[in-house]
Nanobody
Framework: QVQLVESGGGLAQAGGSLRLSCAASDRSLSTYAMAWFRQVPGKEREFVAVIANNGATNYADYVKGRFTISRDSPKITLYLQMNSLKPEDTAVYYC???????????????WGQGTQVTVSS
């Protein structure tokens, strides 16, 4: 059974930084694209960033230049370095894996349980 486990969430001040990690349990995911999504209560989950197994990346406009997605293929671990945080970045952050390099939530077969990020002003 494939599992994705996020860690690294917490509380940060506006302008600060946090680094999220997502560990995968199955080495087959090394061939998958992996992504970060986020969700605020009462709103739809939204795309943040995706990285292909070849290292290609794509970012949502609202995080471009502030967030960096990366992956450690041997350990099948996904990262999200979040800098210059804003209160509007407050959300539950989810990692996900897909056979496709896509921004569409529907393209992702595997999801983590989420980690809370709270940014205070």
């Amino acid at each position: 059974q494939v599992q994705l486990v996020e860690s690294g969430g917490g509380l940060a001040q506006a302008g600060g930084s946090l680094r999220l990690s997502c560990a995968a349990s199955d080495r087959s995911l090394s061939t998958y694209a992996m992504a970060w999504f986020r969700q605020v209560p009462g709103k739809e989950r939204e795309f943040v960033a995706v990285i292909a197994n070849n290292g290609a990346t794509n970012y949502a406009d609202y995080v471009k230049g502030r967030f960096t997605i990366s992956r450690d293929s041997p350990k099948i671990t996904l990262y999200l370095q979040m800098n210059s945080l804003k209160p509007e970045d407050t959300a539950v952050y989810y990692c996900a894996a897909s056979r496709l390099f896509t921004r569409a939530e529907s393209g992702y077969a595997y999801w983590g349980q989420g980690t809370q990020v709270t940014v205070s002003s």
